[in-house]
């Protein structure tokens, strides 16, 4: 990646590197995480699955996202 273009963000406590702009639906989609299945926590505060389209994700942003896990 460009580096005058990227932005390193926090993903589940490791560093990682993201376009400047990249939305919170993006970053899933690259991921090949389905939003049906996972939350999604930035900076301490979970967000809504109608917002991950609008929500701009900036440098230093902490992103914990965790899976549903089904069973018994």
């Given at each position: 990646?460009?580096?005058?273009?990227?932005?390193?963000?926090?993903?589940?406590?490791?560093?990682y590197e993201?376009?400047?702009?990249?939305?919170?639906?993006?970053?899933?989609?690259?991921?090949?995480?389905?939003?049906?299945?996972?939350?999604?926590?930035?900076?301490?505060?979970?967000?809504?699955?109608?917002?991950?389209?609008?929500?701009?994700?900036?440098?230093?942003?902490?992103?914990?996202?965790?899976?549903?896990?089904?069973?018994?």
């Amino acid at each position: 990646m460009n580096n005058l273009n990227v932005a390193k963000i926090q993903l589940n406590g490791n560093s990682y590197e993201i376009n400047h702009g990249t939305n919170l639906n993006q970053l899933l989609n690259k991921l090949k995480i389905q939003k049906n299945k996972v939350a999604v926590e930035i900076n301490g505060v979970i967000v809504e699955k109608n917002k991950y389209q609008n929500l701009i994700l900036n440098k230093d942003d902490k992103v914990e996202i965790v899976h549903f896990i089904g069973g018994g």
